[in-house]
């Protein structure tokens, strides 16, 4: 499995936009990259999967340039509530093991 | 469907003792993963199944640590003899494997339980 580095942690004011990026230098042709996300006291939770380019869903956006060797999970405007790890993940989605590591934790204050 | 089922939610015992965690997949789910979390290492992969078979147990920290899963809707990892240092939150996910996912054979969201937060004194 491709390795990931993330930042071990992050702050934002609550409305600013967040931007946590995810290096993969070593990700594979068939590799995803995926993301979740995880409050205290629960499991992690998926948020975005992409393969190239952006994709966006209801919740964030995922921004991978051409070369996929890294990834910015884009928050718009974020809420208290979004004070969580996030994970970046690479791997083939197949639903094999991935390597979830120690994550980013993002930290919205007011 | 409830999700993702775990038992105990927590559990405390002493060094020595036999611990068995249990993890009910969601209903349909062909893969189904155990993890252990802790501040030092995070979330670690621990073992995993498709179709009740183990694929890879690589992530097992040593012989004391079992998983089994005797039918597609009940999974156990017992620890024997626990140790503090076992001392964690253990979750068990539930997946669908690429082609239950019809035209997006791609996605492998993992459905997470809410863990089992375990002590050893």
């Known amino acids: 499995l491709a390795k990931t580095t993330q930042p071990i942690s992050m702050d934002s004011y609550e409305g600013q936009e967040v931007n946590i990026t995810c290096s993969h230098n070593n990700i594979a042709t068939n590799d995803y990259i995926t993301w979740y996300q995880q409050f205290p006291s629960q499991g992690p939770r998926f948020i975005i999967q992409?393969?190239?380019t952006k994709v966006t869903n209801e919740v964030a956006s995922l921004f991978i340039p051409a070369d996929r060797k890294s990834s910015t999970l884009s928050l718009p405007r974020v809420s208290l509530s979004d004070t969580a790890v996030y994970y970046c993940l690479v791997g083939e989605g197949s639903g094999y093991a991935l390597n979830f590591g120690k994550g980013t934790s993002l930290l919205v204050t007011p | 469907d409830a999700g993702v089922i775990q038992s105990p939610r927590h559990e405390v015992t002493e060094m020595g003792q036999e611990v068995t965690l249990r993890c009910k997949p969601i209903?349909?789910?062909?893969?189904l993963f155990w993890y252990r979390q802790t501040m030092m290492r995070g979330l670690e992969l621990l073992i995993y199944?498709?179709?009740?078979?183990?694929?890879?147990d690589s992530g097992m920290p040593e012989d004391r640590f079992s998983a089994k899963m005797p039918n597609a809707s009940f999974s156990t990892l017992k620890i024997q003899p626990s140790e503090p240092r076992d001392s964690a939150v253990y979750f068990c996910?539930?997946?669908?494997?690429?082609?239950?996912?019809?035209?997006?054979?791609?996605?492998?969201?993992?459905?997470f339980g809410p863990g089992t937060r375990l002590t050893v004194l």
């Open positions: 992409g393969y190239k």
């Open positions: 199944f498709n179709n009740n078979v183990p694929i890879d």
């Open positions: 209903s349909g789910h062909d893969y």
């Open positions: 996910a539930s997946s669908l494997s690429p082609e239950g996912w019809g035209h997006i054979p791609s996605y492998n969201e993992q459905f």
